[in-house]
């Protein structure tokens, strides 16, 4: 089993979007994964450009951040915790047009940590030739390498891979909810996505402790002795600090 596993889509950040309601429900949800083998939390809060500006969403998480690590210290005082998840931030970012000539500051620093990796969530109608052609730029022109977040979403109307296996095969990474190896409708088409080698990441996107908790280690068991140990840990345990 693997145990340094990194959930890399998570809404754990308090009051950001719809995720964490509050710091308390955060901790609650960091203790969820820490309990379940997650040593690394990417936290990734929706940025909706139509929504917001760069600045002001990272001020927004910089105080959130702040609010939770205030209430992991009150944690420790208070039970003398010490095991934490190690915590990146990161964001959701909803693809627009124009995001492969955002500025390069602001589009390093919607990044995931120290890394060139930029989670994107694209549309949920059939993708145009300027929704792959933005994603190409993003990682040629602008070296940035696109995380298309929640693969699974789209299932219902990817007739046509290749555009993907291509944008793959320059770098980008295509990331599946644990929620889709559950699914009744979803889950021999995530296993058929697995087993062709399009899936590089397999993560929570964790939203609350009601019904979207951290779940990463359920997708290690669902998918332990039905594909190869070493797929199993590419997949849970991607690193992005040591994958240019």
Same mark, same amino acid.
């Given at each position: 089993?693997?145990?340094?596993?990194?959930?890399?889509?998570?809404?754990?950040?308090?009051?950001?979007?719809?995720?964490?309601?509050?710091?308390?429900?955060?901790?609650?949800?960091?203790?969820?994964?820490?309990?379940?083998?997650?040593?690394?939390?990417?936290?990734?809060?929706?940025?909706?450009?139509?929504?917001?500006?760069?600045?002001?969403?990272?001020?927004?998480?910089?105080?959130?951040?702040?609010?939770?690590? !205030?209430?992991?210290?009150?944690? $420790?005082?208070?039970?003398?915790?010490?095991?934490?998840?190690?915590?990146?931030?990161?964001?959701?970012? *909803? *693809?627009?047009?124009?995001?492969? !000539?955002?500025?390069?500051?602001?589009?390093?620093?919607?990044?995931?940590? $120290?890394?060139?990796?930029?989670?994107?969530?694209?549309?949920?109608?059939?993708?145009?030739?300027?929704? *792959?052609?933005?994603?190409? !730029?993003?990682? *040629?022109?602008? &070296?940035?390498?696109?995380?298309?977040?929640?693969?699974?979403?789209?299932?219902?109307?990817?007739?046509?891979?290749?555009?993907?296996?291509?944008?793959?095969?320059?770098?980008?990474?295509?990331?599946?909810?644990?929620?889709?190896?559950?699914?009744?409708?979803?889950?021999?088409? !995530?296993?058929?996505?697995?087993?062709?080698?399009?899936?590089?990441?397999?993560?929570?996107?964790?939203?609350?402790?009601?019904?979207?908790?951290?779940?990463?280690?359920?997708?290690?068991?669902?998918?332990?002795?039905?594909?190869?140990?070493?797929?199993?840990? &590419?997949?849970?345990?991607?690193?992005?600090?040591?994958?240019?």
């Amino acid at each position: 089993m693997v145990t340094n596993m990194i959930d890399w889509h998570t809404h754990i950040l308090p009051s950001m979007d719809d995720g964490s309601k509050n710091p308390e429900e955060s901790i609650e949800m960091l203790k969820i994964s820490k309990n379940g083998g997650v040593d690394t939390v990417v936290l990734t809060p929706h940025f909706y450009p139509n929504k917001d500006n760069p600045a002001r969403f990272l001020r927004h998480r910089d105080r959130s951040f702040e609010k939770l690590k !205030a209430c992991m210290v009150e944690q $420790d005082e208070a039970q003398n915790r010490a095991e934490w998840p190690d915590l990146i931030l990161g964001a959701e970012v *909803y *693809y627009f047009h124009e995001l492969a !000539a955002m500025n390069q500051r602001d589009l390093k620093k919607l990044c995931i940590g $120290d890394s060139n990796y930029l989670m994107v969530e694209l549309p949920m109608e059939s993708w145009s030739r300027d929704v *792959y052609a933005t994603l190409e !730029a993003l990682i *040629y022109n602008r &070296r940035i390498i696109p995380v298309l977040a929640h693969i699974d979403r789209y299932f219902h109307f990817i007739k046509d891979r290749t555009p993907l296996e291509e944008l793959a095969n320059e770098g980008m990474l295509i990331q599946m909810n644990v929620g889709a190896l559950e699914g009744f409708f979803s889950r021999r088409k !995530a296993a058929n996505w697995i087993d062709e080698g399009l899936v590089h990441v397999l993560a929570s996107d964790c939203h609350n402790t009601s019904d979207r908790l951290p779940n990463l280690h359920k997708g290690q068991e669902i998918l332990q002795g039905r594909i190869d140990e070493s797929v199993i840990g &590419r997949l849970v345990s991607f690193n992005p600090f040591k994958n240019p």
